[in-house]
């Protein structure tokens, strides 16, 4: 069965987001799940970078993979879900997570982001899990 996502793969991407920010570029990376395999990171191969966009060539998931978590970067502009990311993640459930306020040095405390689950064109935002339980106070 599926355990939690490893926070390590987030705190990965932060310093990946962090990092194409300081070029001013957005950047993207996949958490994917084998019920065989377990979790793995997996940075897509990048087609074109910009400060408001990134281009990827698709994985090609074969065996038992299954994209979980799409997370992708907006540099130092807020977290929020474009219409460019509207159209791709449209076709499988997955879950979204964009990142915003990106910066070399800064901590998940300190940064803009949003999650969502997508599901064939339907899109249910949320609080991130680490954000959720600051505001519980754990």
């Known amino acids: ?21 300081e070029r001013s570029v957005e950047t993207i990376a996949w958490i994917l799940w084998s019920p065989s395999k377990g979790w793995k990171y997996l940075v897509p191969e990048i087609l074109l970078q910009t400060a408001v966009r990134v281009d990827y060539r698709w994985p090609d998931l074969r065996d038992d993979w299954s994209l979980v978590v799409d997370l992708h970067s907006h540099g130092s502009l807020p977290a929020r879900f474009s219409r460019d990311d509207d159209e791709s993640d449209i076709g499988f459930p997955h879950f979204s997570v964009v990142l915003g306020h990106c910066k070399p040095g800064r901590g ?3 940064i803009d982001h949003s999650l969502r689950l997508c599901l064939c064109g339907y899109y249910f935002e949320d609080k991130l899990p680490w954000k959720r339980e600051k505001e519980r106070g754990l």
Request: proline share 4%; charged share 20%.
């Open 1 to 21: 069965y599926c355990k939690s996502i490893p926070m390590a793969f987030i705190e990965r991407f932060l310093q990946q987001a962090n990092h194409a920010a």
């Open 108 to 110: 998940l405390e300190e």
